[in-house]
């Protein structure tokens, strides 16, 4: 008998110890998952126990935004380190594209980092999951899957060429694409320099930033939002080797009530200070990033949209984070964030 229970025990210590090597497998890599966006997908992952890998330069952001959770396997090194990324991908089965640089530093780095991941992804058929934006469509006023790209500044063109770079590659049978287009996006860890001082003045009881007209409505998506429709994306059975999608977010009816929003959950008075455009051409005869802003400004001049259409009917039953709920989350987290 005695024997027997030694037995059962070894035979179930192996169960669990095979059930924990299984669940700790990692086939999904992100890249750029202390970004914005990266980080929202990571931490989506993560809440549904599903585990990650992620290459991160800063060793230290990386262990403060994800506190040492055991499904995160962290690796520091660089994406433009082709031996590198050859070998941490060479068992995933994907790889979320979330890289990104400072608006002066796109070129020569944003499409070399491409070439590398389709690279990669090719040597074992892997999925890129690639975030876009509407830069391609430059001022067209309604964007579907299927608008014609058409951009008018230097960065869109450039968005224009990497997707087609993921595409070309998707059809030739290299690797699966799955590109999924985004507005301006908001929300916990978005440091850029749009929504970064609109969430810290809020908290210091200051008037919150905003450019050029806070008048016309503005479709902005909650980056928790749009990580949920790409991880759902993700895992549905894909039928075509290279798709895109539209999500949208929510359309604020102008930007004043939005801001205004935010500074009633932060209980602070509401103030919003509007930067015109010529603000920004002085800037951009000294710093380099303002002048590449600049190029950009038309997106707030406008009402650009994306009709997400297609996507909300594979998910019908899903539904966008309340407003309120949102914003108070991203204030304390902005909160956690300088505590």
């Known amino acids: 008998m005695r024997f027997l229970s030694k ?55 990386a262990n403060s935004l994800f506190k040492g959770s055991p499904l995160v396997e962290i690796i520091k090194g660089n994406v433009q380190d082709l031996a590198l990324l050859k070998q941490i991908s060479k068992d995933k089965k994907y790889i979320f594209h979330g890289i990104n640089y400072p608006y002066n530093k796109w070129f ?22 690639f975030p876009g934006n509407v830069y391609n469509y430059g001022n067209l006023p309604m ?33 699966k ?9 908001w929300g916990p860890n978005v440091l850029n320099e749009g929504i970064r001082p609109v969430f810290e003045n809020a908290l210091a009881g200051k008037a919150l930033p905003y450019m050029i007209r806070t008048d016309i409505p503005h479709q902005l998506v909650f980056t928790k939002d749009a990580a949920e429709i ?19 977010g929510q359309i604020q009816p102008d930007m004043k009530s939005f801001l205004n929003r935010i500074s009633r959950l932060a209980n602070t008075p509401e103030e919003i200070s509007v930067h015109s455009k010529w603000i920004f051409s002085v800037l951009g005869l000294f710093l380099p990033m303002m002048k590449e802003v600049k190029e950009m400004l038309y997106l707030f001049e406008g009402t650009v949209i994306l009709d997400d259409a297609k996507v909300r009917k594979i998910f019908p039953d899903f539904r966008e984070t309340p407003l309120d709920e949102a914003i108070t989350e991203t204030l304390n987290w902005f909160k956690n964030y300088h505590s």
Not at 11 to 25: G, P, T
Not at 109 to 129: F, G, H, P, R, W
């Open 108 to 129: 020569g780095n944003m499409d070399l980092a491409t070439q590398k991941i389709i690279e990669v992804a090719s040597e074992n058929n892997a999925m890129i999951i």
């Open 7 to 61: 037995v059962k025990f070894l035979i179930l210590a192996k169960f669990v110890l095979s059930k924990n090597n299984i669940k700790m497998k990692s086939e999904t890599l992100i890249l750029g998952s202390t970004g914005s966006i990266g980080y929202a997908f990571a931490t989506n992952l993560i809440s549904k126990n599903i585990p990650i890998t992620i290459l991160v330069r800063d060793l230290e952001k």
């Open 230 to 248: 790409m991880v759902r994306l993700m895992q549905k059975d894909t039928v075509q080797p290279y798709e895109k999608y539209n999500y949208g």
């Open 177 to 185: 694409v799955l590109n999924v287009c985004l507005p301006d996006f």
């Open 143 to 175: 964007i579907k899957e299927d608008s014609l790209e058409n951009p008018c500044s230097k960065k869109g063109a450039l968005r224009v060429e990497i997707e087609k770079m993921l595409r070309d590659a998707a059809q030739a049978g290299k690797c």
